[in-house]
């Protein structure tokens, strides 16, 4: 008889888990994606030649570079890692040899809030990071460059090269 209500119990635990494997995140109805639209991947390449010391990242989280203020309870800390941490960046520029966030870059484009764009912007510059931002349309590798070498603090060297060179890529 034990023998027989181990059996069952057993039975009864691993229908349990069949039954939830179909209810697991494996299950969800999802598709792919792509990772950029096809101007961003070009626009992605003018970084890459522009500032070839830093490493491009491309639709990065704010929860992987930001974290809630030190010193907060934890539901303010919750609350203030929720405001932001599934929000995206468009580019993030990390120099190669430290691993340091050189820059922001957001291509602004008609799905963008000015309004909203300026507090992610105070936001993050509290953290002392520094954003640029491209306005949207015709991007070239001679704008963005002269964009990135008019904005990126001074300390922040970008290798010079020709225009002629420049305007090639």
């Known amino acids: 008889m034990e023998l027989v209500l181990v059996a069952v119990a057993l039975l009864l635990v691993l229908l349990a888990l069949v ?5 697991g995140i494996g299950s969800l109805p999802v598709r792919s994606a792509p990772l950029m639209t096809k101007r961003e991947r070009i626009v992605c390449g003018f ?3 522009a500032v070839p010391q830093a490493r491009v990242h491309a639709q990065v989280s704010m929860g992987a570079i930001l974290r809630p203020a030190a010193g907060l309870d934890r539901s303010r800390s919750t609350t ?3 405001r932001f941490s599934s929000k995206r960046i468009d580019f993030l520029l990390e120099d ?3 691993g340091a ?14 309004r909203q764009d300026a507090e992610r912007d105070r936001m993050t510059a509290r953290a002392g990071y520094t954003t640029i931002r491209l306005p949207a349309g015709h991007q070239t590798a001679l704008s963005v460059r002269e964009t990135l070498l008019g904005t990126l603090p001074p300390h922040q060297p970008i290798p010079t090269a020709s225009r002629r060179s420049a305007a090639r890529v």
């Open 96 to 98: 190669r040899a430290s």
């Open 80 to 82: 203030v890692r929720n």
């Open 101 to 114: 966030i050189i820059a922001i870059v957001e291509l602004d484009d008609r799905t963008h809030n000015a």
């Open 47 to 49: 970084f890459e030649r």
């Open 19 to 23: 039954g939830r494997a179909g209810r």
